[in-house]
């Protein structure tokens, strides 16, 4: 993100302050405090001088992240509904060495990869890697002691027996900046338009559609929006009232596919989640033996040239991933809210029922498969 956001910021500078455009005025150190979108204008507040002013605007793009200030404009129109939550997961971050079993140019997920807690890991530059772990919420309290501990010869000593994706290069190393972190939150929103005609405001990236990183697609939907709304620019000739509209018509069905992958490809229930990692495995292998009877799993389909996430939704829904998942998660998650504020008393095994759903879809992938290698 630091890299893409250092080269916008370079581009602007060479290509307008340079220029001295008089129509280019970068304020760094700068906050909006608050959207008068009748009179078209933004209050601003520098944050050294404590300076406030109003600036007028005749497009205000509200790219300003999960806490969207611009959002809260448009949440006045009683036409836009908006939900802002958070995960539900609770996640520490390391950066390491990259382990030689790791791709240097792709995303690898990490499922199971500790006790309790699945994990992704991204590819940085200078041969280092992003591993972020999470625990659902409700699961927090299970982990075991010694991934909560403090001590970090302990938690190096721990993982260095139950880490089980590969070898990593440095124990110590991981076990230093785990215990040196707090357990970590993500926001997640979902929005029902990203614009509003009259209020000349429009929303992109986290503003519109925060989400977990388990599928890696953020800031790309982000990067997305802006390169839409660009071609939609031209194609309507940079009039808004077409621009708009059409870009919400666009964009919202891919924040919402992204926040929901994101969000329900995994399953709260840690032996549900086991079994969707052994129909990944399965489906993903059939597909590649018979690629016109067997549909590809959508994990797979995910960040392909062409592939629009709308689709990989439709295509998880279509397989039962979303539905099956949406249930045991909304529930887990509520019956979480009712037991720790004191509505109900906690009961174990709640959503275990759900399993029984995932079965069928998993033994008949074992079954085809097992056909498959018989012939
Ligand atoms: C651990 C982790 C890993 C991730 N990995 C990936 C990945 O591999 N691939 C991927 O595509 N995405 C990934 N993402 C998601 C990605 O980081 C975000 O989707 C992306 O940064 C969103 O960009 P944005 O510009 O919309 O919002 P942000 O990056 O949040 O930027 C918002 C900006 O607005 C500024 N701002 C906020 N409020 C105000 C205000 N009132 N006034 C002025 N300025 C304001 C903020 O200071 C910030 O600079 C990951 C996220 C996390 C947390």
């Given at each position: 993100?630091?890299?893409?956001?250092?080269?916008?910021?370079?581009?602007?500078?060479?290509?307008?302050?340079?220029?001295?455009?008089?129509?280019?005025?970068?304020?760094?150190?700068?906050?909006?405090?608050?959207?008068?979108?009748?009179?078209?204008?933004?209050?601003?507040?520098?944050?050294?001088?404590?300076?406030?002013?109003?600036?007028?605007?005749?497009?205000?793009?509200?790219?300003?992240?999960?806490?969207?200030?611009?959002?809260?404009?448009?949440?006045?129109?009683?036409n836009f509904e908006m939900?802002?939550?958070?995960?539900?997961?609770?996640?520490?971050?390391?950066?390491?060495?990259?382990?030689?079993?790791?791709?240097?140019?792709?995303?690898?997920?990490?499922?199971?990869?500790?006790?309790?807690?699945?994990?992704?890991?991204?590819?940085?530059?200078?041969?280092?890697?992003?591993?972020?772990?999470?625990?659902?919420?409700?699961?927090?309290?299970?982990?075991?002691?010694?991934?909560?501990?403090?001590?970090?010869?302990?938690?190096?000593?721990?993982?260095?027996?139950?880490?089980?994706?590969?070898?990593?290069?440095?124990?110590?190393?991981?076990?230093?900046?785990?215990?040196?972190?707090?357990?970590?939150r993500t926001g997640q929103?979902?929005?029902?338009?990203?614009?509003?005609?009259?209020?000349?405001?429009?929303?992109?990236?986290?503003?519109?559609?925060?989400?977990?990183?388990?599928?890696?697609?953020?800031?790309?939907?982000?990067?997305?929006?802006?390169?839409?709304?660009?071609?939609?620019?031209?194609?309507?000739?940079?009039?808004?009232?077409?621009?708009?509209?059409?870009?919400?018509?666009?964009?919202?069905?891919?924040?919402?596919?992204?926040?929901?992958?994101?969000?329900?490809?995994?399953?709260?229930?840690?032996?549900?989640?086991?079994?969707?990692?052994?129909?990944?495995?399965?489906?993903?292998?059939?597909?590649?033996?018979?690629?016109?009877?067997?549909?590809?799993?959508?994990?797979?389909?995910?960040?392909?040239?062409?592939?629009?996430?709308?689709?990989?939704?439709?295509?998880?829904?279509?397989?039962?991933?979303?539905?099956?998942?949406?249930?045991?998660?909304?529930?887990?998650?509520?019956?979480?809210?009712?037991?720790?504020?004191?509505?109900?008393?906690?009961?174990?095994?709640?959503?275990?029922?759900?399993?029984?759903?995932?079965?069928?879809?998993?033994?008949?992938?074992?079954?085809?498969?097992?056909?498959?290698?018989?012939?």
């Open positions: 993100r630091n890299f893409v956001v250092a080269g916008m910021a370079r581009y602007l500078q060479e290509k307008y302050a340079s220029a001295s455009d008089p129509a280019f005025a970068a304020l760094y150190d700068t906050r909006v405090q608050y959207v008068d979108e009748r009179r078209r204008r933004v209050l601003v507040r520098a944050s050294v001088t404590g300076e406030e002013k109003y600036l007028s605007y005749d497009l205000l793009v509200g790219c300003d992240g999960v806490r969207s200030v611009v959002r809260e404009a448009l949440a006045k129109s009683s939900d802002i939550g958070d995960i539900f997961q609770e996640f520490k971050a390391v950066h390491v060495e990259k382990p030689p079993a790791l791709s240097a140019s792709a995303m690898s997920l990490l499922p199971a990869a500790l006790p309790e807690m699945t994990g992704i890991a991204l590819p940085e530059t200078g041969n280092m890697v992003n591993i972020s772990m999470g625990v659902p919420r409700h699961r927090r309290s299970k982990l075991p002691a010694e991934l909560q501990s403090e001590d970090i010869p302990t938690v190096a000593a721990y993982v260095r027996k139950n880490f089980r994706a590969f070898d990593l290069v440095d124990y110590d190393d991981f076990a230093r900046q785990w215990v040196g972190q707090e357990w970590n929103v979902h929005c029902s338009s990203y614009h509003s005609s009259p209020h000349r405001i429009v929303l992109m990236g986290d503003a519109a559609h925060a989400t977990s990183p388990s599928i890696g697609m953020g800031m790309n939907t982000a990067l997305r929006d802006a390169h839409v709304f660009y071609e939609l620019l031209v194609k309507h000739g940079d009039e808004l009232d077409k621009t708009l509209p059409d870009f919400s018509k666009e964009r919202v069905r891919e924040g919402q596919a992204l926040t929901d992958l994101a969000y329900h490809l995994y399953c709260f229930d840690a032996k549900a989640q086991l079994l969707e990692v052994v129909h990944i495995i399965v489906r993903s292998k059939l597909h590649k033996m018979l690629p016109r009877l067997v549909e590809d799993h959508p994990q797979n389909m995910i960040g392909r040239t062409g592939v629009a996430l709308a689709d990989v939704y439709a295509q998880a829904s279509g397989l039962g991933i979303i539905p099956k998942h949406r249930r045991i998660n909304d529930e887990t998650r509520r019956r979480y809210f009712e037991t720790s504020v004191g509505m109900i008393k906690d009961t174990e095994g709640g959503t275990s029922r759900w399993l029984t759903l995932g079965v069928p879809i998993v033994a008949i992938s074992l079954g085809l498969a097992k056909y498959c290698a018989s012939i």
